[in-house]
T-cell receptor
């Protein structure tokens, strides 16, 4: 019973490099989300998706892109990483507006 | 836009003392959710409140939703070391769910 799985768990990038974070859920949830968590700032929504093939911007979308080609997967891309993107990234999923199920997080450092 | 503010940001207590965190929204909420995040972990859903004035209990935890549906509180009676972590509220207004900044609780044994 995996729930929400994020890969990788840790990553170090140099400024300007690109990477993709993968989120997979096995609960058949329609909604998926990407959040970033920074000290003292809680969880801020980057992008979200209400179904396969759809994505929408959250509070802090700049510098990120997402894709939801399959219902169970939600990818977060950084095309040109910046030090300001150093953070812990959490993926979450839910049925409609029901409570969120979070993954274990990805700790990203950009040097 | 919608804002959800949570106080205090930090709380240190001795084991056995009570603890309360408060959540205030700038807009009326359709529901409020509470999550707990253990150090190094991910947020885990605790409870959802929907009705005006609603009170729910989970063992030593008591959750309240204000009459105006703009504020909420979480109260822990007789804290234990297992209560350590950050407690987040998250309020839904329209189609948007907004998290508070969280209250980090430490418990001294």
């Amino acid at each position: 019973n995996a729930g929400v799985t994020q890969t990788p768990k840790f990553r170090v990038l140099k400024t300007g490099q690109s990477m993709t974070l993968l989120c997979a859920q096995d609960m058949n949830h329609e909604y998926m989300y990407w959040y970033r968590q920074d000290p003292g700032m809680g969880l801020r929504l980057i992008h979200y998706s209400v179904g396969e093939g759809t994505t929408a911007k959250g509070e802090v979308p700049d510098g990120y892109n997402v894709s939801r080609l399959k219902k169970q997967n939600f990818l977060l891309g950084l095309e040109s990483a910046a030090p300001s993107q150093t953070s812990v990234y959490f993926c979450a999923s839910s049925y409609s507006r029901s409570p969120l199920h979070f993954g274990n997080g990805t700790r990203l450092t950009v040097t | 836009g919608q804002q959800v503010m949570q106080i205090p940001q930090y709380q240190h207590v001795q084991e056995g003392e009570d603890f309360t965190t408060y959540c205030n929204s700038s807009t009326t909420l359709s529901n409020i959710q509470w999550y707990k995040q253990r150090p190094g972990g991910h947020p885990v859903f605790l409870i959802q409140l929907v009705k005006s004035g609603e009170v729910k209990k989970q063992k030593r935890l008591t959750f309240q939703f204000g009459e105006a549906k703009k504020n909420s509180s979480l109260h822990i009676t007789a804290t234990q070391t297992t209560d350590v972590g950050t407690y987040f509220c998250a309020g839904t207004s329209g189609s948007r769910l907004t998290f508070g900044e969280g209250t980090q609780l430490t418990v001294n044994p």
